[in-house]
């Protein structure tokens, strides 16, 4: 009799849970779209699609001869400005030196007093503060123009692959023209469609299977993120499922399925 009781029960707790089944796509979690920041015709692009690139790698350049002229005027413009300062701080100090040698009668220069001397201290001491001014300004505009010149030649944000190239030597690129997008082959995650009615069977970090057909891959994910459809009226929402990648060969874009076990 007590055996029988223990049949039902394993019984009852088999039937007792449930799975769904549903179909979605992988995707990558890192796209970046890379745009131009300045107006120019490009010099040379240094990938093509598919590419693997690493972080800081160089994607294209811009054409710069435009920009060579403007920095090389900064540069110039804070030379200048330096030397200014230089002659002007030379100046001041030798007005100081003549007015402590008036204040302690050695070597007196001949037609000059303290009163003449306070003067021409004071208005050399602004013509250096104006030259001083004028060197920071100029130090400014040298370092945006620099910052601008390290745009004209574009790097990778981070490791990823070509997966779109708008471009070619000889191009006009504009600002916030979308030129190049790399996506993360290496952090993946399922893109699933789920009906409302089974929203209350999941919840974020709950564990579900997660299968490529294509490859014959199994593998565990975790429910990352439940995200409400923007469109009401389709009554969907959207379900990322993140899984460690252990194959070489799943891309996004790829076929998959993800199950999800459920008590009944």
Known sequence: MRLIVW????????????????????????????????????KEVYVKLGDKV??????????????????TQADLMLEQAK???????????????????????????????????????????????????????????????STVYNYLKMKAPSDGVVVKRNIKVGDMVMPGMLTIMLIDID??????????NILSKVKIGQKVKVEIPSLEYKTQGTVKAIIPDANPMTHKINMRVHFDKTNDSIFPGMYAKV??????
Do not use: C, H
């Open 7 to 42: 049949g039902v029960f394993f019984v009852t707790t088999l039937f007792a849970g449930g799975e769904i089944a549903l179909t979605g796509t992988v995707v990558s979690d890192g796209q970046k779209m890379i745009g131009s920041r300045y107006m120019g015709y490009v």
């Open 54 to 71: 690493k972080r800081e790698d160089d994607l294209y350049e811009i054409e710069s001869a435009e920009f060579d002229i403007l920095k």
């Open 83 to 145: 030397i200014t300062v230089e002659y002007w701080r030379d100046k001041l100090n030798n007005i100081n030196e003549k007015k402590s040698q008036l204040k302690n009668k050695k070597n007196i220069p001949f037609g000059m007093d303290l009163d003449d001397m306070e003067t021409q201290a004071t208005n050399i001491n602004a013509m250096l503060e104006s030259a001083q001014v004028m060197v920071k300004q100029s130090s400014e505009k040298a370092k945006q123009l």
């Open 187 to 196: 952090n993946l995650e399922v893109d699933v469609d789920i009906s409302e």
């Open 259 to 264: 199950r999800i076990s459920y008590e009944r």
